[in-house]
């Protein structure tokens, strides 16, 4: 999962393939232990969706845009438009059930 800045974030919300994105910090305890998990499960599915984070104090506005108060959140846009959410840390097998049910 490749971290990347508001403008390209604006950029791949816009196109046709949905987006996973991880909004975390980089001192957060819980997105240190939910970015393995996404690495993972990302590779099974990067035919369905583009998997990229955001780091929340780099991207205050992003932040603000969409409501986040608590980190790790995990979001799924789909046509420039926030489809899903998910907030705190999950084992693989919920983020996989989370993917399943909002790709």
Known sequence: MKKIAEQQFNELIS???PVVCDFFATWCGPCKML???LEKVSAD??????FVKVDVDEA???AAKYGIMSI?????????ELSAKSVGFMPESEA????????
Request: glycine share 12%; no cysteine.
């Open 15 to 17: 196109g046709g393939k």
């Open 35 to 37: 970015a393995p998990v």
């Open 45 to 50: 599915y990067a035919e369905k969706a583009e």
């Open 60 to 62: 205050p506005a992003l």
């Open 72 to 80: 790790p959140f995990v979001a799924v846009f789909k046509n420039g």
């Open 96 to 103: 996989r059930e989370f993917l399943n049910g909002n790709l």
